[in-house]
C-alpha cells in the first residue's frame, strides 16, 4: 500500500512538472505576456453595417513611464456587433511583467458603410494617436497571460451629420456625412467583473433597448438582443444604476447592481 501511495506521489510531481515545462515554452521565461482585444458600445439605431477602424501600432506604458509596443503593422476591424460581450482579439504578445497604466492607440484608417450601401471614409480624422488610462491598471505576471480590454464608443467615435446643422441623425435619409474622433476606455480585463441582464415589459422579452451603465465618470452602453438579454463585460467592482429606454419610449432603471472583483451581477429590469 506504501508503494503504491509513493507512485501517486510521484506521478503527481511529474505531471505538475509536465505542465510547468509547458507552459515556460508557450512564455519565455522573466517574461509574461498580454492578449489586447476590441469590444464596442454599439449604435442606438440599426441602418450601419460597417464600423471599421484601422490599428497600427498599439502600446502599454508601465508604472515608471516606459512604452512597450505590443502592435505595429496593419489591421482592420469591423466594430459592429462586438457588443455584449463579443470581442475580437487583435494581438498576444510577451512582455516584461509589472503593473502598466496607461494604453497608446494609433488608428490610420476609420470607414462606415450603411445599410442601403452608402461608404463614408474619414481616414485623415483617424491617423493619430489616442492615449487611455487603463483602470484597473493592467498587471502582468511571469509566466500569465493578461487581457487589456479596448472598449470604443462607436456611437459618440462616428459622428453622423444631417442635412442640416446640428440636427440629431436618427434616420438613414438624414445622413449628410460623417467624421470620426475616437472614444475609447481600457481595463484590465481580468481584474474586472460583468453584468448580466435581461429587459422585459409586462412579462414580455424586450429586444433592441438601449441600456446604459455609468463606468468611471464615463456612460457605457449596450442593446438588448432578440431574447431580451444583455451583457457589460470590463466592468470594475462597484455598485452600479442601470437604465433603459426602449424605441417606443419605455424607460425603467435598477439601481445598487453590485459587481464584486471578477464576478458576475445578474439582474432584470422591468420598462413601462
Excluded: H
Amino acid at each position: 500500500m506504501m508503494n503504491l501511495v509513493k507512485k501517486v506521489v510521484v506521478m503527481s510531481v511529474l505531471i505538475g512538472v509536465l505542465f510547468s515545462c509547458e507552459k515556460d515554452n508557450t512564455i519565455p521565461a522573466g517574461q509574461g505576456a498580454v492578449t489586447v482585444k476590441l469590444t464596442d458600445d454599439p449604435f442606438p439605431f440599426d441602418f450601419v453595417a460597417e464600423a471599421n477602424v484601422g490599428i497600427s501600432k498599439i502600446e502599454l506604458r508601465n508604472t515608471d513611464g516606459e512604452y512597450s509596443t505590443v502592435f505595429e503593422g496593419s489591421t482592420t476591424v469591423n466594430m459592429v456587433g462586438l457588443t455584449n460581450g463579443e470581442t475580437e482579439t487583435v494581438v498576444t504578445a510577451n512582455l516584461e511583467p509589472g503593473t502598466y497604466n496607461q494604453v497608446r492607440v494609433s488608428l490610420d484608417a476609420a470607414s462606415v458603410q450603411l445599410s442601403n450601401g452608402t461608404e463614408y471614409e474619414m481616414n485623415a480624422d483617424a491617423q493619430g494617436t489616442y492615449s487611455i488610462t487603463i483602470s484597473p491598471a493592467l498587471v502582468i505576471e511571469e509566466g500569465d497571460t493578461s487581457t487589456c480590454l479596448l472598449d470604443l464608443d462607436i456611437d459618440s467615435s462616428f459622428d453622423f451629420q444631417g442635412s442640416w446643422f446640428g440636427q440629431w441623425v436618427s434616420d438613414i435619409s438624414n445622413i449628410m456625412g460623417c467624421s470620426f474622433d475616437a472614444d475609447f476606455r481600457a481595463c484590465d480585463l481580468d481584474q474586472t467583473g460583468e453584468i448580466q441582464g435581461s429587459v422585459t415589459n409586462g412579462g414580455a422579452i424586450v429586444s433592441g433597448a438601449f441600456v446604459t451603465i455609468e463606468v468611471d465618470g464615463n456612460e457605457v452602453s449596450t442593446q438588448t438582443q432578440e431574447d431580451g438579454s444583455f451583457t457589460f463585460i470590463g466592468i470594475p467592482e462597484g455598485t452600479y444604476t442601470v437604465e433603459v429606454e426602449t424605441e417606443g419610449s419605455a424607460s425603467g432603471e435598477l439601481s445598487n447592481v453590485q459587481v464584486t472583483g471578477n464576478g458576475t451581477a445578474n439582474c432584470t429590469i422591468t420598462v413601462d
